[in-house]
């Protein structure tokens, strides 16, 4: 339990935080997840523009240090690849 009025601060401070990021992260998810469903069915149109969508989403995260550069990076690179073979 904080006990000095910095501490407590600093807890109010880490539960906005908090809040805001796990927001950000199930953004994320869902905007990965949309890209996902649209691969799985085929429909190549919704794919790219699910994807369009879902990328800013990504590397806003990875800028404000929800989830690791290369994490963004990778699953980025991994949906392009499989958007790209759909396309092909």
Known sequence: MANTSSA????????RRT???????SR??????QVEEA???GDK???QAAFKVAEPE???AASKGVVHKNTASRKVSRLAQRL????A
């Open 45 to 47: 149109e919704a794919a």
């Open 39 to 41: 691969l799985a069915s």
């Open 84 to 87: 790209k073979v759909l396309s």
């Open 19 to 25: 809040a805001i990021n796990k927001n950000r992260r």
């Open 58 to 60: 990504l590397m806003r």
């Open 8 to 15: 407590k601060k600093a807890t109010r401070k880490i539960a």
């Open 28 to 33: 994320v998810r869902t905007y990965i997840r």
